[in-house]
């Protein structure tokens, strides 16, 4: 079974840092570009960063820029997200997303995980 | 403010059809492929449409996709009430700020 599974989530301050994980299973997982998507309590999706198969392609929303950073171990079949300068702003539910089944152009995320909670507050 | 704009909510009653447009621009839906996701409370967005009007497998065909310019819209028939809940547009974009947008989200509620 494909899956992803995000971890690392929790309460941080404002200032502080943070560092999500989501394990890829069932797939090559050196194969496919991810992603990581948020979405803030009551709020809509919000597109976080991409990074490409071999880590070639990093991508971040102007929101996070110069703050978050992603990368991937392929050899451990996990992705990253290192969360430096949090904000309450950055209060959300963290996904990991992929396009598997119809490839990169097609503007598909297939595979999603749970989900992993951030709150950042005093 | 989200780059492709959704209505906030629809609603129908069951058995009815209703559409839920997404609307955009050249730099995203106008060039790129829209996809359409569903998200059920407590739960992770779930892809309804790819490639603008393609349904994965397992997603009846009460759902239906179609784009025209810089505009997108998902189509509901036959309404159920297990179909309430949010549902966003998303697609590529050759802006500077962001690679990836997604629609507000429109709520569906099924009377």
């Known amino acids: 079974e494909v899956q992803l599974v995000e971890s690392g989530g929790g309460l941080v301050k404002p200032g502080g840092s943070l560092r999500l994980s989501c394990a890829a299973s069932?797939?090559?997982?050196?194969?496919?570009?991810m992603n990581w998507v948020r979405q803030a309590p009551g709020k809509g999706l919000e597109w976080v960063s991409s990074i490409s198969s071999s880590s070639s392609y990093i991508y971040y929303a102007d929101s996070v820029k110069g703050r978050f950073t992603i990368s991937r171990d392929n050899a451990k079949n996990s992705l990253y997200l290192q969360m430096n300068s949090l904000r309450a702003e950055d209060t959300a539910v963290y996904y990991c997303a992929t396009s598997y089944s119809y490839g990169l152009m097609s503007a598909a995320f297939d595979i999603w995980g749970q989900g992993t909670m951030v709150t950042v507050s005093s | 403010q989200s780059v492709l704009t959704q209505p906030p909510s629809v609603s129908a009653a069951p058995g009815q059809k209703v559409t839920i447009s997404c609307s955009g621009s050249?730099?995203?839906?106008?060039?790129?492929?829209v996809s359409w996701y569903q998200q059920l409370p407590g739960t992770a967005p779930k892809l309804l449409i790819y490639e603008n009007n393609k349904r994965p497998s397992g997603i009846p065909d009460r759902f239906s996709g179609s784009k025209s310019g810089t505009s997108a819209t998902l189509g509901i028939t036959g309404l159920q009430t297990g179909d309430e809940a949010d549902y966003y547009c998303g697609t590529w974009d050759s802006s500077l700020s962001a690679l990836w947008v997604f629609g507000g989200g429109t709520k569906l509620t099924v009377l």
């Open positions: 050249s730099s995203n839906i106008g060039n790129n492929y």
């Open positions: 069932g797939f090559t997982f050196s194969s496919y570009s």
